[in-house]
């Protein structure tokens, strides 16, 4: 994988258009991410699923979770 294709895209919420490297193991579509934003307020936890575009490549979009043990689609 080249440099581009190391890195995802966040899509929504307060992560949006940020860029992440996603590390030495491939990535897996679907894997969820979990942000949880504490400053000057009230806790604010928002979930990102993993996908693949042939636009924009790898990409995490924000995704509703109810229950912690749900999972959600990437679009």
């Given at each position: 994988?080249?440099?581009?294709?190391?890195?995802?895209?966040?899509?929504?919420?307060?992560?949006?258009?940020?860029?992440?490297?996603?590390g030495?193991?491939?990535?897996v579509?679907?894997?969820?991410?979990?942000?949880?934003?504490?400053?000057?307020?009230?806790?604010?936890?928002?979930?990102?699923?993993?996908?693949?575009?042939?636009?924009?490549?790898?990409e995490y979009?924000?995704?509703?979770?109810?229950?912690?043990?749900e999972?959600c689609?990437?679009?």
């Amino acid at each position: 994988m080249s440099a581009s294709e190391r890195q995802a895209r966040f899509f929504g919420g307060p992560l949006d258009g940020r860029v992440q490297e996603l590390g030495e193991t491939e990535p897996v579509t679907g894997t969820i991410v979990r942000h949880v934003h504490l400053h000057e307020g009230p806790k604010i936890e928002t979930h990102y699923a993993l996908g693949h575009s042939e636009i924009t490549g790898w990409e995490y979009r924000m995704c509703p979770i109810a229950e912690p043990h749900e999972d959600c689609e990437p679009h």
